[in-house]
């Protein structure tokens, strides 16, 4: 692997970075995302920050095609920042690299299910709302990108789709456990990717990044309330919101499941 330091421009380390990368096995996209971040890193510029929110592509009868970064490089997850577990080397929290290596059974399939906050709250366990189309899956500066396709015949999907217009789900991976590896640092080395999962409030803080002034009032509308961000931490609540109302991220992800609770119940009752 080449040295950064050896060459004198990013046109030149580029050019001898990527073939190297490509003959050890990374993809084209994948080599180029990871030769970027080793040269940003060597002149000392940030990484490209990526607002995330889960977006619609397209939609049929059947289907409702969406996509963001499944993985965001950079950055420290919100569980480990907030948890009393720390890494080797004292500090908190886990990120990806364009170095990690996601790569599983499932990834080679092609595909890959997506739950609702993996599996654990509101709806059934098992209950799958679409796939992963890892076919479409590229590398960047900022992560991987990848489309998925939901069902749109499911009543979960009908509700969870007024809350991706308004830009207000997240998502957020589960991997095979067996093979993840992380440096003393927190870099995840290994993450072989088993589950995505649809998210109100996902581990990693970038995965919600763009609250606007639709989305404030997304949130107003679906009795949701608005999580504190710490840019916004100071400023005075819009006109609408109302004195009372908690505006903690953990109020805001309790109301969200709390809907998909009652959603759940409804359905149940009707059956």
Known sequence: MPNPSDYGSEKDWMAACVPTRIDEGDK?????????????KHIGE?????????????????????????VLFGGRDLEGLGS???????????????????????????????????????????????????????????????????????????????????GLI??????VQVGVSKKANGEIENWPLYRDSLSVMPMEPRMMQEFGDNVLQAFKALGIPVPAQD????DPPPPEAEPEADTSAASAAGKGR????LLKNRLTMEA
């Open 28 to 40: 084209q996209d994948q080599a180029v995302a990871v030769c970027l971040s080793i040269w940003r």
């Open 231 to 234: 840019d916004t931490a100071n």
């Open 258 to 261: 709390m809907r998909m609770r």
């Open 170 to 175: 997240g998502t957020s991976t589960q991997p």
């Open 84 to 166: 009393p577990m720390v890494n080797e080397d004292g500090t908190r929290g886990e990120f990806f690299m364009p170095t990690t290596q996601f790569e599983s059974a499932y990834t080679k399939a092609g595909a890959f299910h997506i739950d609702w906050e993996h599996g654990k709250r509101e709806l059934p366990p098992d209950e799958v709302l679409g796939m992963v189309d890892w076919k479409t899956a590229r590398w960047d500066e900022k992560g991987i990108f990848v489309e998925r396709v939901l069902n749109r015949r499911s009543k979960y999907v009908q509700f969870v789709e007024d809350l991706i217009e308004q």
């Open 46 to 70: 940030p990484e490209p920050k990526a607002a995330n929110a889960l977006k619609a592509i397209s939609r049929t009868d059947d289907e409702l095609r969406v996509g963001n970064y499944i």
